[in-house]
């Protein structure tokens, strides 16, 4: 008898590894397809926009303290206005699905802008500046960005405070001012 109760948990634990294995693996290439998808629309981003792309990036190098900040506090009045939203009831729908695709965009221009920003210094360092324009440089950015995901634990923590960093670039360069123009000298 201890022999087929010992054979039962022996061949038990091999059954439970494959299925632990399987779902390891499917989170896994789920993550990926999601990162690979994430690289398409920040690549996209960087092709439509690429003169807003690239101010939001000059934010973020100049004060990415002040973005992340920024980023926290705009992340506290989306939950809040998500809050309020809740509150309305039945006719919450509308008005919270706006709120998320405007918040949305915010967070993956923001993105973007981060990912510009550290694509250009990848670019620096492998000295490869004629390589890229203003979407290469996104991808050169959002790869290393999207890769530090996959470190267990830390990598997600990473992760948001770049988002929040990128998050407030995208809402200081919203409300950023435009410069006027330089007159040049001889003209009037």
């Not at 632990?20 to 789920?30: D, E, M, P, Y």
């Not at 792309?53 to 004060?63: D, L």
């Amino acid at each position: 008898m201890f022999d087929t109760m010992t054979m039962c948990v022996a061949t038990a634990v091999p059954e439970q590894t494959h299925a632990n294995l399987s779902g390891l693996v499917t989170v896994l290439l789920a993550a990926l397809g999601i990162s690979v998808g994430l690289l398409a629309v920040l690549f996209l981003l960087g092709v439509l926009c690429p003169q807003s792309v690239r101010r939001g990036s000059e934010i973020v190098r100049s004060a990415p303290g002040r973005c992340l900040l920024v980023g926290l506090l705009a992340f506290l009045v989306c939950l809040a206005g998500f809050v309020v939203f809740k509150a309305l009831g039945p006719l919450a729908g509308l008005p919270s699905l706006a709120w998320a695709l405007v918040f949305g965009y915010w967070m993956l221009s923001g993105m973007a802008m981060l990912a510009h920003h550290i694509g250009e210094r990848v670019q620096t360092a492998l000295m490869a500046r004629s390589l890229g324009s203003d979407a290469m440089a996104v991808v050169y950015g959002a790869v290393p960005l999207l890769a530090v995901g996959f470190l267990p634990g830390v990598g997600q923590l990473i992760q948001l405070v770049a988002v929040m960093i990128g998050l407030g670039g995208a809402i200081s360069n919203l409300f950023r001012r435009s410069k006027p123009p330089q007159n040049q000298a001889g003209t009037v």
